[in-house]
């Protein structure tokens, strides 16, 4: 059967209620939201003289939570016009709407009692075949579907997202009784290709598979800290980048999801779980008690583990529980790490450490190897899936066992043995069996051990993916100490950068050079896109700051022409170039981007013209650019001052967008030309694809621009006056007037008497006249030297 989803009813608007119906609306889906209707009336309703019959105070709930939600950062929608996409009402009056949705997802409070009712209320009105789901994060599936027809049960299941749900990318699928297969292989698949999510079918076992590994991880933490004497800086400073987790590491992580919440699931996994063999770890520590009825349950009430007084962040001491000013975190086995860039090829390093950080690291991974392997098959039939759900759901780079692979798994039993504790039974006879490790790669393909067979099987689904860590050596074509080309097959190639935070140096544009060289004489185009964390943060200013400081001008001059000659044979190359940013998509990342035959943009990518902040203005072909899109645009007279104004404004507020999505209101992606990923795992094979689709429709080489309209005195005096009028309101210093003011004349083609028809060379040129001007002056040397020391942009 085939099935659409065209309309989606989300019943409970609460944080994730309305988390989830921003998701659907951010991929196009019609989402109708509802929720109770209230009991009583607000003192201002009172006032206003309205009653419990008035529709607004009737819809006032699911409102308000929708609106919060919509005004909360990060943002769960991708622009705010999508919000028009979400319908809202209550469950008494609009509860026959849902006859018209083809899924249902209840979203109310963990109680069972309380999702069985809504349950029965759905079967009124639900049209046979429709999907209803639960988003429960613990309660058993077969208890909610107790009653209802055989349809329903049929159609039945939990789509257990995680929050905040346009962000965590896991999708658990909980199977009830009587789920049918196609129901389970339809949600599976469109989790992955339109939700953009990891999705991973689990079994109905207390907390599935995500919250069962991550609180046990969480509880084996607290328990660890008190044994060890850790403060909690030094435990967020251990489980935070170093290991590949978020900056939020443990500690801070709890604050912001709420100790109650965690509080929640470790009862529920206390409870439900008597023969767990670490059942009396997820008994909560006297300190999580202590907090709990005090009421510090993290952001929500404006104290946890941390807490903020004026501008002191404090930390919570766990022997005292009292609030202290925060001591910063140093082991010696953390400096031996820093040179090495992945967090997979630190653990070996980690687990080796003669300090207190190398014990803690033996003791957690110890106790993390045997509780994993534990889990199979109770939680979870395959390693992999486990691997998906740390990784998806708690931002983890690795999963515990690509980590144990990592370490070597003979060498993890050894850890384990050594802190009392054995692995599964399985694992030593995997290791009987002749397999070294969890994973292998081969042809490009992830292979995973499967414990029936006892053999390597290929993790499914990877066929709509293109994993360049898979294919990194064995397709690899040439490489610099600044990117690899590989090829993609099909006649393309994709150029990855491998610099720091991907920045965009020398070494990178011989290798943009080298791939376009390569691709006109063999392939038939090329892919510019990496599977990092960011795209690239832009220009190595680091080179820039060396070269002016030393006043290398002549240098300085030659390596910007040659940033700008190497976008402009991106765009004017023979070969059609894809290039695919994600993540900070910044300064020359994002130059690159706007000079691509096509941007094949994840939808997290949040890109910028970011040079202010440096002092300087984009010197890659970047200004040039926004003036021209600017010119393409012009129609009337009487209006082509505004259309330059917003494509300035783009520039001189340094503006990012918070979403692919909003790039294109701020013209740095273009409609029509343009498209937008949802599932960033499936972007490089979506930009092979585009490019393909381009050789094979005949690309014509593209003629260089000579009619580039820019409007001179008319715009210049403009521009002028406006930072003029900033700087006198204090809006802006006198080196962002400096900066504003030189971006002014190269967007204005200079001081032309009149409006003129120019070639992008001359707007190169003096686009590159005035980025070496401004990397002359004291000012903007101190902004580059605050970034390079403190990363963040200096005012001055």
């Given at each position: 059967?085939?099935?659409?989803?065209?309309?989606?009813?989300?019943?409970?608007?609460?944080?994730?209620?309305?988390?989830i119906a921003c998701h659907f609306a951010n991929i196009g889906v019609e989402v109708l939201l509802l929720d109770i209707v209230p009991r009583e009336l607000t003192e201002a309703e009172t006032?206003?003289?309205?009653?419990?019959?008035?529709?607004?105070?009737?819809?006032?709930?699911?409102?308000?939570?929708?609106?919060?939600?919509?005004?909360?950062?990060?943002?769960?929608?991708?622009?705010?016009?999508?919000?028009?996409?979400?319908?809202?009402?209550?469950?008494?009056?609009?509860?026959?709407?849902?006859?018209?949705?083809?899924?249902?997802?209840?979203?109310?409070?963990?109680?069972?009692?309380?999702?069985?009712?809504?349950?029965?209320?759905?079967?009124?009105?639900?049209?046979?075949?429709?999907?209803?789901?639960?988003?429960?994060?613990?309660?058993?599936?077969?208890?909610?579907?107790?009653?209802?027809?055989?349809?329903?049960?049929?159609?039945?299941?939990?789509?257990?997202?995680?929050?905040?749900?346009?962000?965590?990318?896991?999708?658990?699928?909980?199977?009830?009784?009587?789920?049918?297969?196609?129901?389970?292989?339809?949600?599976?698949?469109?989790?992955?290709?339109?939700?953009?999510?990891?999705?991973?079918?689990?079994?109905?076992?207390?907390?599935?598979?995500?919250?069962?590994?991550?609180?046990?991880?969480?509880?084996?933490?607290?328990?660890?800290?008190?044994?060890?004497?850790?403060?909690?800086?030094?435990?967020?400073?251990?489980?935070?980048?170093?290991?590949?987790?978020?900056?939020?590491?443990?500690?801070?992580?709890?604050?912001?999801?709420?100790?109650?919440?965690?509080?929640?699931?470790?009862?529920?996994?206390?409870?439900?779980?008597?023969?767990?063999?670490?059942?009396?770890?997820?008994?909560?520590?006297?300190?999580?008690?202590?907090?709990?009825?005090?009421?510090?349950?993290?952001?929500?009430?404006?104290?946890?583990?941390?807490?903020?007084?004026?501008?002191?962040?404090?930390?919570?001491?766990?022997?005292?529980?009292?609030?202290?000013?925060?001591?910063?975190?140093?082991?010696?086995?953390?400096?031996?790490?820093?040179?090495?860039?992945?967090?997979?090829?630190?653990?070996?390093?980690?687990?080796?450490?003669?300090?207190?950080?190398?014990?803690?690291?033996?003791?957690?991974?110890?106790?993390?190897?045997?509780?994993?392997?534990?889990?199979?098959?109770?939680?979870?039939?395959?390693?992999?899936?486990?691997?998906?759900?740390?990784?998806?759901?708690?931002?983890?780079?690795?999963?515990?066992?690509?980590?144990?692979?990592?370490?070597?798994?003979?060498?993890?039993?050894?850890?384990?043995?050594?802190?009392?504790?054995?692995?599964?039974?399985?694992?030593?006879?995997?290791?009987?069996?002749?397999?070294?490790?969890?994973?292998?790669?081969?042809?490009?393909?992830?292979?995973?051990?499967?414990?029936?067979?006892?053999?390597?099987?290929?993790?499914?689904?990877?066929?709509?993916?293109?994993?360049?860590?898979?294919?990194?050596?064995?397709?690899?074509?040439?490489?610099?100490?600044?990117?690899?080309?590989?090829?993609?097959?099909?006649?393309?190639?994709?150029?990855?950068?491998?610099?720091?935070?991907?920045?965009?140096?020398?070494?990178?544009?011989?290798?943009?050079?080298?791939?376009?060289?390569?691709?006109?004489?063999?392939?038939?185009?090329?892919?510019?896109?990496?599977?990092?964390?960011?795209?690239?943060?832009?220009?190595?200013?680091?080179?820039?700051?060396?070269?002016?400081?030393?006043?290398?001008?002549?240098?300085?001059?030659?390596?910007?022409?040659?940033?700008?000659?190497?976008?402009?044979?991106?765009?004017?190359?023979?070969?059609?170039?894809?290039?695919?940013?994600?993540?900070?998509?910044?300064?020359?990342?994002?130059?690159?981007?706007?000079?691509?035959?096509?941007?094949?943009?994840?939808?997290?990518?949040?890109?910028?013209?970011?040079?202010?902040?440096?002092?300087?203005?984009?010197?890659?072909?970047?200004?040039?650019?926004?003036?021209?899109?600017?010119?393409?645009?012009?129609?009337?007279?009487?209006?082509?001052?505004?259309?330059?104004?917003?494509?300035?404004?783009?520039?001189?507020?340094?503006?990012?967008?918070?979403?692919?999505?909003?790039?294109?209101?701020?013209?740095?992606?273009?409609?029509?030309?343009?498209?937008?990923?949802?599932?960033?795992?499936?972007?490089?094979?979506?930009?092979?694809?585009?490019?393909?689709?381009?050789?094979?429709?005949?690309?014509?080489?593209?003629?260089?621009?000579?009619?580039?309209?820019?409007?001179?005195?008319?715009?210049?005096?403009?521009?002028?006056?406006?930072?003029?009028?900033?700087?006198?309101?204090?809006?802006?210093?006198?080196?962002?007037?400096?900066?504003?003011?030189?971006?002014?004349?190269?967007?204005?083609?200079?001081?032309?008497?009149?409006?003129?028809?120019?070639?992008?060379?001359?707007?190169?040129?003096?686009?590159?006249?005035?980025?070496?001007?401004?990397?002359?002056?004291?000012?903007?040397?101190?902004?580059?030297?605050?970034?390079?020391?403190?990363?963040?942009?200096?005012?001055?």
């Amino acid at each position: 059967m085939k099935r659409t989803i065209k309309k989606v009813a989300v019943i409970g608007s609460g944080i994730m209620g309305s988390g989830i119906a921003c998701h659907f609306a951010n991929i196009g889906v019609e989402v109708l939201l509802l929720d109770i209707v209230p009991r009583e009336l607000t003192e201002a309703e009172t006032k206003k003289g309205l009653t419990l019959e008035s529709k607004v105070v009737r819809n006032r709930v699911v409102n308000e939570h929708l609106a919060n939600s919509l005004k909360s950062k990060p943002s769960p929608i991708y622009s705010q016009k999508f919000a028009s996409r979400i319908t809202t009402g209550n469950t008494t009056d609009d509860m026959a709407k849902i006859a018209n949705v083809d899924w249902i997802i209840e979203v109310v409070v963990e109680r069972l009692d309380i999702k069985k009712l809504v349950f029965e209320q759905i079967e009124k009105f639900r049209k046979p075949g429709t999907l209803v789901t639960s988003n429960t994060s613990g309660i058993p599936i077969h208890f909610m579907s107790e009653g209802r027809s055989e349809d329903f049960q049929q159609h039945f299941c939990g789509t257990h997202f995680f929050n905040p749900a346009r962000y965590l990318k896991l999708f658990e699928i909980i199977p009830g009784p009587k789920t049918s297969t196609e129901v389970l292989d339809f949600l599976n698949e469109y989790g992955s290709k339109f939700l953009g999510k990891t999705s991973v079918v689990a079994k109905d076992t207390p907390a599935f598979i995500g919250n069962r590994i991550g609180i046990y991880g969480i509880q084996s933490l607290f328990h660890l800290v008190k044994e060890m004497g850790l403060t909690i800086e030094e435990v967020d400073k251990l489980t935070g980048p170093v290991i590949g987790r978020p900056k939020s590491a443990t500690f801070r992580t709890v604050d912001v999801v709420g100790l109650d919440t965690l509080v929640h699931v470790a009862n529920g996994i206390y409870e439900n779980c008597p023969t767990d063999e670490q059942h009396e770890l997820f008994k909560l520590p006297d300190f999580i008690t202590k907090m709990m009825e005090n009421n510090w349950l993290g952001s929500k009430t404006g104290q946890g583990f941390y807490k903020k007084v004026d501008k002191d962040i404090l930390s919570l001491d766990l022997d005292t529980l009292e609030y202290r000013a925060a001591k910063k975190a140093n082991f010696a086995t953390l400096e031996l790490t820093k040179t090495i860039d992945k967090p997979i090829n630190r653990f070996k390093v980690l687990v080796k450490g003669k300090d207190k950080a190398g014990e803690f690291y033996r003791k957690s991974f110890a106790g993390m190897f045997a509780y994993v392997s534990n889990r199979i098959p109770e939680i979870s039939d395959e390693l992999f899936k486990i691997d998906d759900a740390m990784k998806a759901g708690f931002g983890w780079e690795n999963g515990p066992f690509e980590i144990w692979d990592a370490i070597g798994v003979a060498n993890g039993i050894e850890i384990m043995k050594a802190e009392g504790l054995e692995p599964a039974a399985w694992v030593t006879e995997m290791l009987a069996s002749g397999s070294e490790s969890f994973y292998s790669v081969k042809e490009g393909a992830t292979y995973f051990y499967n414990i029936p067979t006892k053999s390597q099987v290929k993790v499914p689904g990877q066929d709509s993916f293109i994993i360049l860590n898979n294919i990194r050596e064995s397709k690899k074509v040439w490489s610099n100490s600044g990117a690899i080309i590989e090829d993609l097959g099909d006649g393309i190639l994709n150029l990855e950068f491998q610099s720091k935070m991907n920045t965009i140096g020398g070494d990178v544009l011989q290798a943009i050079n080298k791939a376009i060289d390569l691709s006109e004489k063999e392939y038939q185009g090329l892919v510019i896109g990496n599977q990092a964390a960011n795209f690239s943060v832009g220009a190595n200013i680091g080179m820039i700051f060396m070269m002016a400081v030393e006043q290398e001008y002549d240098e300085l001059n030659m390596a910007i022409k040659m940033f700008q000659d190497t976008m402009m044979r991106v765009r004017y190359s023979s070969i059609p170039v894809v290039v695919a940013p994600h993540g900070m998509t910044f300064g020359g990342g994002c130059e690159m981007s706007l000079h691509a035959d096509k941007v094949v943009a994840a939808a997290e990518t949040y890109m910028g013209l970011v040079e202010f902040g440096v002092g300087v203005l984009p010197g890659g072909g970047g200004s040039k650019e926004m003036a021209l899109r600017a010119s393409d645009l012009f129609r009337k007279n009487d209006v082509e001052l505004n259309v330059l104004q917003e494509y300035f404004l783009t520039i001189a507020m340094a503006k990012v967008s918070t979403s692919g999505y909003e790039a294109f209101d701020t013209g740095l992606l273009q409609h029509g030309k343009d498209v937008i990923v949802v599932n960033k795992d499936r972007q490089i094979a979506e930009a092979k694809k585009h490019a393909l689709l381009m050789a094979e429709a005949g690309y014509t080489q593209p003629i260089r621009r000579t009619d580039v309209k820019v409007l001179g005195k008319q715009a210049l005096g403009m521009f002028l006056v406006g930072t003029d009028q900033m700087e006198a309101g204090k809006y802006i210093s006198e080196h962002d007037k400096k900066i504003a003011n030189k971006l002014a004349y190269v967007m204005a083609g200079g001081d032309l008497s009149e409006a003129t028809l120019v070639s992008e060379q001359y707007l190169l040129d003096i686009e590159r006249e005035a980025f070496l001007s401004l990397c002359t002056e004291r000012k903007t040397l101190e902004r580059i030297q605050y970034m390079l020391t403190k990363g963040k942009p200096l005012r001055n």
